[in-house]
């Protein structure tokens, strides 16, 4: 029997699912992947575009005006590449075999934990970065009003998403299938309606206030932790969005629901980092 047959095999004869990202790369190395360093190279070109976009401007620009901007998009390139083979690879594999069966559900969520735990050194970085510029010269050039109904509004939505994924939660634990998929696509579309009204309030200070990255050194720290936050809810609707359509296919229950749990983990982080962010940000640069 060749290596492929024995493949084929012990993924109950789905082989025609397997995409290349979800193959183990490079080959030969067990569960390695570079799928993850590869969304990380992608993003850390999104800072490196930012920055030379700001130092491609002014009158003494350091680098070209299009060099920013050229980093930025060949770095958008290689992010959703490793975005794509990581999902794929940690997420979707198993919508075709229903489950994780491969990997225990502790040894999943203490990787979700480890994980996090870089994230919350990534938002720190970016919030000791405003904290050094909001002990100079304040109030700094910015949007009036800052704190507006819209980011009230934005916060209780994502407030409750995090309440309707709780307790979808809770109800698949206790087998309620219906009122888990309900929560489940009312908490993914609680987490879209919050990207728009974000993506809204940007065009209303990108075109109305003519509040840019630029603006000073509140405008680089405002849009650098409110896009970085901003991305992590996107990701964090794909991986809602996942879990949303494998619910529709049952493929959890109350002993299967592990995806469900790492999920809601990374969803309710980004909210507590939000709330945080609102008090710091928007309430602490008008008082």
Known sequence: MSLADETSEDHGGHDEHHLPAVEDWPRGFGEASWWPFITALGGAGFYIGAALFVLGRGEEALVGPMTGPYVFIGSTFFFLAGLYGWLYHAFVVNFWEHGTDEHEGGTLRLAMICFLGTEVATFGAGFVYYFFIRAGAWPPAMPDPLLAPLVIANTAILVLSSFTLHFGHVALLNNNRKRF????????????????????????????????????????????????????????????????????????????????????????????VWIFLVVVLYVGAVV
């Open 181 to 272: 998929i309900r929560l489940m696509g009312a908490t993914l579309l609680l987490g879209i309606v919050f990207i728009g009204g974000q993506v809204y309030e940007y065009y209303e200070f990108l075109v109305h206030e003519n509040f840019t990255l630029t603006e000073g050194v509140f405008g680089s720290a405002f849009y650098g932790l409110t896009g970085l936050h901003g991305l992590h809810v996107t990701m964090g609707a794909i991986l809602i969005g996942i879990v949303f359509i494998r619910g529709l296919l049952g493929q959890y229950d109350a002993e299967r629901h592990t995806s469900v749990s790492t999920v809601s983990m990374y969803w309710h982080f980004v909210d507590v």
